[in-house]
């Protein structure tokens, strides 16, 4: 690493300086694209760690629900690349000002809509990309993006009153990034999709309905990991 | 590796919010938001078996009216006391809020014709009680020529009815013009109702002026369009029209066939749109659909006033006591001051909800679905405590325990049959 800025040093300055004497000349050998990657050496490794995370999330994507929830992680890296992840949480939707206006005397009409309660997924996280990024010129940030897919099932409520309650299997997928703050812990971003088949008792329907789920969260690793 | 991911990526952004809901028919009432305006209807069985009938109805006539409660006009309203006073007995005692009026006209078709006799009586008229009590002595009350009455000779004009109808008294109230205004052998109480309203509407129905063909008898039409308004001020708008029969016979109303429910009236009635409830207070019937009690009522003519009282949320009271006395009135005022309490017990839907669909709330909590625990004598069902849905008039129907009280906020939702008109804000 020295030795590239170094040569690059060298390579700016030459021009600058007085006449050349061939008896100070320094072979630094040839920069071949090969020896050129973003990250040399990774300064967080994951592998072989464990991952406990906290999490806030909001579910804005849907026209009469807006779902503040919270969501607790849990991940294993087996590898660099790959790991377990697990996630549980909870929330509530809240109407929005479009059901509010519906359900008044105005229009007199109420959403068959079911609100997110829980849900409790399992799956795979795949992490591709480390990288790191140097933000205003001060301060460099490494980070990872993760594809992840999970398995599980989720808990939802009618928005009726007595409307029923619905228990669905739950396909997530999901695409998230760790901007690692130190060697043990990270801030978590991650927007998932929860895709789930629920039925619903007023209307005996069986219905596919997505929980789109934008999710920021601190998670902490275990072990020392830095290299 | 790049097709990978950026199929994934729009595999995961391209469907977000497509969530797919149907729409519910939601209806919101309160019990407190109808009109709390009561039209009472007494139809008076004016033979000369009736005295004794009438005379307990006026003697307790007056308490009755004690037992509604204080006129709101008396009210105070100056400070927060007097507005919480009012409010602890607007929730307690409902019926002294309820803005009634009494009218009297008598089962003779083919004299009254549903003719008011002596006038509307109103709440805030002096001397309410004493009022009515005219109208129901002086005019709807067969006195015959050689009946005797008690003689009370301490009595003084302007004093109140006491225990019993003294010739002294009516000869006070009256003036002396008492005796006769004895009526048809034949009680059409139903049928004089409708001429009643006929003459109380500004545009009646035409049935109103028509003459009654059956097959027994042609009967030619008892009004005249001149007849119009004749009873006007009887109907309010947006008022509960409460009609009570007091007789010791059945009906025998000449639209209808000897033995048959009245059907034909409950079409007729429905021309005028009030909503109506009957109080039928007669003879009796046994489980069998007999009257009770010997006398000259016929088993049919007393079931028509009953499925009256049935299908409209009324109620029937018994004229005779279990020695088939007549037996003192205060039972039957009390059912009628029940009724004036006014209380809903249908709520009317939009649209025709897909069955199972339908969600009762009252006061945000919810209410079961009653179900069919018996059927009475006229094959009508009989439900338990809880709501149900009536498709005749596609309404949520009450049942019992579970009929919302005052103040109440009632919510409906539904999923309608024919979906929603997509005339939504977006």
Redesign the interface.
Known sequence: MNKLLFAALAAVIAPLGGPAHAQETVDIGRIRDGDITVVQKLLYPKEGRTELGLHLGVMP????LTTPNAQLSFGQHFSERLGLSVVAGGGYGLKTG?YR???S?T???????YRYLGSALAGLEWSPIYAKLNLNGARVIHFDVY?TGRIGASVEQSV????GMAFGPTAS???GSRFFLGSGSALKLE?R?DLLIER?S????W????N?NVVLGIVLLSGGGRS | MRVRYCATLALLTLPLGCNRYDLFRVAGYQQESFSNRADVLFVIDNSDSMVEVSESLAVNFAAFIDDLGTIEDTRSYEDLGDAVENYVDYVQNRTSFVDYQFAVTTTDVDNHAGKLLGGLVRRTDDGLADRFIKNLTCEATCFRDDLLLPQDPGYQCGDPLGLFLSEDYLDCVCDGDWQGHCGSAIEEGIEATFLAMCRAVPNPPLDCFEEIVTPEATYPAKLTPGDTLSNEGMLRNNSNFIVVVVSDEGDGSRRLERESVPDQYVNLFKQFGRRMTWVYIGPGLDENNQVICPGTATDWGVVRYNYMAYTTGGRVVDVFDDNCETQDFDAALGALGELLQNLLTSFPLQSVPVPGSVIVLVDGKGVDEATVVDQDQFGLDVYSDGWSYRSSDNSIEFHGGAIPPYDADVEVYYHPIDGIPRDLPF
């Open positions: 994507f849907d026209a009469y479009v206006q519906l359900e005397p229009y007199g009409v109420a959403p068959y809509a594809f009726i009153p007595q409307g997928p999901g695409l927007l999709d619903r007023l209307t005996e329907s219905e596919f309905k997505q789109a």
